[in-house]
């Protein structure tokens, strides 16, 4: 069945199924998925899967004849249990090196109109704070499979009020309303994501299933609902004593040209292939740290008779001796040789765990070694795996966000007419551009010869530094300099000729 069809069913509960029905891949497990991230879930911290151990607190006394006269006493004593962050670790780390630096913005603006539409695009950026909207869309497709960025309208006239103080004349008499907001959907945040795909797999629908707490006089209660955005509108079904409705409330038309959802998704999490060797990480520590606890205070071992009263004599606390008779010995129980078959494993497996995920071990005892070498060029040679796993996360997060500015410059045209022309005729296209450690020196000079040798302008050379994205008005300052530079030299020439004299 087709959207249009399936929309128009009376039936909204028949409706809702057949909207869930449309999903192609299987819905994230998301209890799994949140033992994985979370710590505190690990198998490590499950009483049931790691139990806590019976101690002898005193023995059974056995009469006579052989029968038990009293049972032994046990309690239970916890054992130690060392869960590690180790997937939010290594996912904090992808999402830092794939959008811990701003996507670039690549466009060439072909008439000023162009220029004013990707400024109002900029202001977007900075009101929506998208650098750190990427890292919460990337962190979630990471961990959680997948996500939904939904944008939507809400009434703000001085948004456009900063617009109009940069670009006069823009509006006219009238300006806008609405400015553009956005949201995140997805199954850490308790939102089950069904997109709808058409026979031609474009992205036409995107529904959400989510519970709300409403309170009323009454008390609270939990509501169900049920979310669907198309190309056209929002629609929003409740769900009270098993009974679905439309709440017209929350239901309307958005006006947008295309649908305001962007959808991202993954087929696994991105640690999911080192669960079983982070577990059994956890466990060994675990269990290393109830040996050392066993073990430390060691045994003495005592072969012979021990002379005097306990062997002990007048003694201080300070000096303390055994004297044993004949040919009796005394020495502790050591531990030589386990605790370096323990280390051993930990290390590989820390090894394994972070080299399979091409994540680098960022800590101050790795990197204090490195010195400058972890600058400019050398830190690329040095973190290419990752880097390497970044132009793979590309091929998903740079589609994701290059529809994402595709949305927006068709939705700033509806909303202001007077930008509709550039919105048609303008081209913004997006570049992931992984995190380094910035050498200027290094991109000046590169930059410097690049100019001198005729390879590059210096409108270019200000957009390779990167130290502005202002760069016409960047240019501008420089020339302004420049000038008045020049016109003080003749000046201060003229004055040290009048002083020589």
């Not at 060994?284 to 430390?296: A, P, R, T, V």
């Not at 880097?387 to 949305?407: C, I, K, P, S």
């Not at 005729?454 to 957009?463: L, N, V």
Request: glycine share 4%.
């Amino acid at each position: 069945m087709t959207l249009e069809e399936i929309l128009a069913v009376e039936d909204i509960s028949k409706k809702i199924s057949l909207l869930k029905a449309h999903r192609k891949t299987s819905l994230p497990k998301v209890k799994e998925l949140l033992d994985e991230w979370d710590p505190d879930r690990h198998d490590v911290m499950n009483p049931s899967i790691r139990k806590k151990r019976k101690v002898l607190v005193s023995e059974a006394e056995v009469g006579e004849n052989g029968k038990i006269i009293k049972p032994a006493v046990y309690q239970e004593e916890d054992v130690n249990r060392v869960a590690l962050p180790i997937e939010q670790d290594i996912v904090n780390i992808h999402t830092a090196f794939t959008v811990g630096k701003d996507p670039k913005l690549n466009y060439k603006a072909n008439n000023q109109s162009e220029d004013d539409l990707y400024s109002v695009i900029q202001t977007i950026n900075r009101d929506n704070k998208i650098r750190y909207q990427n890292k919460r869309i990337v962190r979630s497709w990471f961990s959680e499979k997948e996500a939904v960025e939904y944008w939507y309208e809400k009434r703000d006239l001085g948004f456009w009020e900063k617009i109009a103080a940069k670009i006069r004349k823009l509006f006219g008499n009238t300006k806008p309303f609405n400015k553009l907001r956005c949201a995140i959907w997805s199954p850490f945040r308790g939102d089950t994501l069904y997109p709808f795909y058409d026979e031609t797999g474009d992205y036409v629908a995107q529904s959400r299933a989510y519970t709300v707490t409403e309170y009323t006089l009454d008390g609270r209660k939990r509501i169900n609902y049920f979310q669907t955005v198309t190309n056209n509108s929002v629609f929003v079904w409740r769900q009270e004593n098993n009974v679905w409705s439309l709440d017209k409330t929350k239901s309307f038309d958005h006006h947008f040209p295309k649908i305001p959802c962007l959808y991202i998704e993954r087929e696994q999490s991105l640690c999911h292939k080192i669960k079983s060797l982070r577990a059994r990480l956890e466990k060994l520590l675990s269990d290393y740290g109830d040996c050392i606890d066993y073990h430390f205070f060691p045994y003495l071992i005592l072969e012979g008779e021990i002379a005097g009263e306990a062997g002990l004599g007048n003694q201080d606390e300070r000096r303390r001796m055994l004297k044993i008779e004949e040919d009796g010995k005394a020495y502790y129980l050591t531990w030589d040789q386990t605790p370096e078959s323990i280390k051993l494993e930990i290390t590989t497996l820390l090894e394994n765990i972070y080299g399979m995920t091409s994540t680098p071990r960022i800590t101050f005892e790795n990197m204090k070694s490195l010195g400058q070498m972890a600058s400019g060029i050398a830190f690329k040679y040095m973190f290419m795996s990752t880097l390497l796993a970044v132009d793979n996360h590309a091929e998903t997060v740079g589609e994701f966000l290059q529809r994402r500015y595709n949305f927006l410059v068709s939705a700033v045209g509806s909303i202001c007419p007077a930008l509709k022309k550039a919105a048609d005729s303008i081209e913004i296209t997006v570049e992931i551009e992984p995190y380094s450690i910035e050498n200027i020196k290094e991109k000046l000079e590169i930059a410097k010869m690049a100019k001198d040798a005729s390879f590059m302008s210096r409108k270019s050379g200000i957009i390779f530094i990167g130290m502005t994205d202002q760069v016409e008005e960047e240019i501008k300052q420089i020339d302004k300099e420049q000038s008045e530079s020049a016109e003080k030299q003749p000046a201060e020439k003229k004055e040290k000729r009048q002083m020589n004299r």
